[in-house]
């Protein structure tokens, strides 16, 4: 059984910065492309970071220069680092395959950005 488990949210002031991890069990991440979501308060869920089995990483604008996404094969591990949040970034944070598996989604990892 496939688990994806998301940690690192929690309370920023704007400005500030968080490192999120995405656990994963299995082959999923060396196997797969891997993407970070985002899911605010009665809004769709969004891909906002992804990146391919070669490594090749893609942004959605609104957090393009500020959000890294990176991989560890070996330790099965998802990060995205953010810096310069924003309040408009607060959601809850998932990590998933690209394309998304319905299956895999985790609880997710809430961000709040506020000062």
């Known amino acids: 059984q496939v688990q994806l488990v998301e940690s690192g949210g929690g309370l920023v002031q704007p400005g500030g910065s968080l490192r999120l991890s995405c656990a994963a069990s299995g082959s999923i991440v060396s196997s797969n492309a891997m993407g970070w979501y985002r899911q605010a308060p009665g809004k769709t869920r969004d891909l906002v970071a992804f990146i391919s089995s070669g490594g090749t990483t893609t942004y959605a604008n609104s957090v393009k220069g500020r959000f890294t996404i990176s991989r560890d094969n070996a330790k099965k591990m998802v990060y995205v680092q953010m810096n310069s949040l924003k309040p408009e970034d607060t959601a809850v944070y998932y990590c998933?395959?690209?394309?998304?598996?319905?299956?895999?989604w985790g609880q997710g990892t809430q961000v709040t950005v506020s000062s």
């Open positions: 998933n395959t690209l394309p998304p598996r319905n299956g895999y």
